[in-house]
Structure formats: structure tokens, C-alpha cells
């Protein structure tokens, strides 16, 4: 099964240290969006990459940045991490253009734990 | 306010029951709605999407919209415990970001 992979699965990092999250989309794919979800909370976007650039972002801070690459696979970087920054990290593929017809495929996320 | 509304539960309901779940949104941009379906430590799976406002159907799932009242609702038919998860809106005005409510989480017992 081609689904969208996520790594690592869990990650344990401290205060001000910076944390590197990977994807790889679904086969076919050619968009990757990132969301955070806290516990007990709906994911929030964070930024969407297609072409090999951002194209939208949602209300994060500059801490948190990202890279596609041509085979679509995509990072999530976060620099000075905040205690606040513990939560669940989703990936999101889709094609792009398609989005709205059917859906977005996403991944079993990278629990993220600052101490 | 917030964008999308959502009861977050948690709802126990017997095995067998219809289940409804709701939300509600303020944006009437908004054009494309959706229901994932998250499991403990799993990501969001997509159980339906529609587009226009009434009603969708699938098996024992039904999405309704409401879109003069901003409201949308899913309905579980028969629940079984397998259907115990959260449950979660988003919504999209068409091609980039979704915007999810909390969640509601559903228990459904023996």
C-alpha cells in the first residue's frame, strides 16, 4: 500500500533544540500539507507545498519552516522549540487541483514531545 | 469565534444506535465539506466528502448540508465498536488548506 509515510513515528527533543519531520506522499500525489494537532484539538494547517514551493501558510511562526523535493517527498523543520510545539505532526498528500474532489490521504503522524 | 464548531464529546452510545454528529461554520466561502474518521494514534481517514447541500449516503454513513444554516451533519447507522474513534469536520473553501473542528470522540459499547 502506497499511503503517505511519515518519519519518525515518535521524537523526543528539548527546549530551543530543532526537530527535522519527513514525508513521503502518496503514490501519485504531488501536493503535501502539514498540519499540528495538540491533544484533544482539530489539526491546524501549518503550510502547503506543490512545485517544490510553499503555497499558503497558515498562522505559525517562522520557526516553522519546510522543503519539497522534486520527487515530492517533503520536510517540516522547527527551530527554537517551545514546550508549546508538543503534538502530533501530520502529513497531508493530495493532487493538486484535485483536492476538492477527493480529499487529502494523511498519515499516521510524528508525536513530537519537548521537554 | 471560530471558524468551524464542533461538540467534542465524548458521546456513548449503545451498539446498534444512529449516531449524530454535528457541526457548525461560519464562512460561507466554505464550498467543500468533509468528515474524517481518527483512530488512537493513527492519522485522519477520509469517511465522506460532499460538495453541494443535502444529503450522501455510504452504506451505513450518511453526510448532510445545510448550507443556508452553515450546518453539517453525519449519521451512523447500526454503530458498532468499531466505529469507537473520533470524529472530525473539515471544511475547505477549494484547493488548499482544510479546516478541521476539535473533534467529537464516540464510544460505542457492547
Not at chain 1, 494547517?45 to 519552516?65: A, L, V
Not at chain 1, 523535493?69 to 487541483?97: I, K, Q, R, T
Not at chain 2, 466528502?49 to 448540508?65: C, H, I, L, M, P
Request: charged share 20%; net charge neutral.
Amino acid at each position: 500500500d502506497a499511503g503517505v509515510t511519515q518519519s519518525p513515528t515518535h521524537l523526543i527533543k528539548t527546549r530551543g533544540q530543532q526537530v527535522t519531520l519527513r514525508c513521503s506522499p502518496k503514490s501519485g500525489h504531488d501536493t503535501v500539507s502539514w498540519y499540528q494537532q495538540a491533544l484533544g484539538q482539530g489539526p491546524q494547517f501549518i503550510f502547503q507545498y506543490y512545485e517544490e514551493e510553499e503555497r499558503q501558510r497558515g498562522n505559525f511562526p517562522d520557526r516553522f519552516s519546510g522543503h519539497q523535493f522534486p520527487n515530492y517527498s517533503s520536510e517540516l523543520n522547527v527551530n527554537a522549540l517551545l514546550l508549546g510545539d508538543s503534538a502530533l505532526y501530520l502529513c497531508a498528500s493530495s493532487l493538486w487541483g484535485d483536492q476538492a474532489n477527493y480529499g487529502y490521504t494523511f498519515g499516521s503522524g510524528t508525536r513530537l514531545t519537548v521537554v | 469565534q471560530k471558524e468551524v464548531e464542533q461538540d467534542p464529546g465524548p458521546l456513548s452510545v449503545p451498539e446498534g444506535a444512529i449516531v449524530s454528529l454535528n457541526c457548525t461554520y461560519s464562512n460561507s466561502a466554505f464550498q467543500y465539506f468533509m468528515w474524517y474518521r481518527q483512530y488512537s494514534r493513527k492519522g485522519p481517514e477520509l469517511l465522506m466528502y460532499t460538495y453541494s447541500s443535502g444529503n450522501k449516503e455510504d452504506g451505513r454513513f450518511t453526510a448532510q448540508v445545510d448550507k443556508s444554516s452553515k450546518y453539517i451533519s453525519l449519521f451512523i447507522r447500526d454503530s458498532q465498536p468499531s466505529d469507537s474513534a473520533t470524529y472530525l469536520c473539515a471544511i475547505t473553501g477549494g484547493g488548499n488548506k482544510l479546516t478541521f473542528g476539535t473533534g467529537t470522540q464516540l464510544k460505542v459499547e457492547l
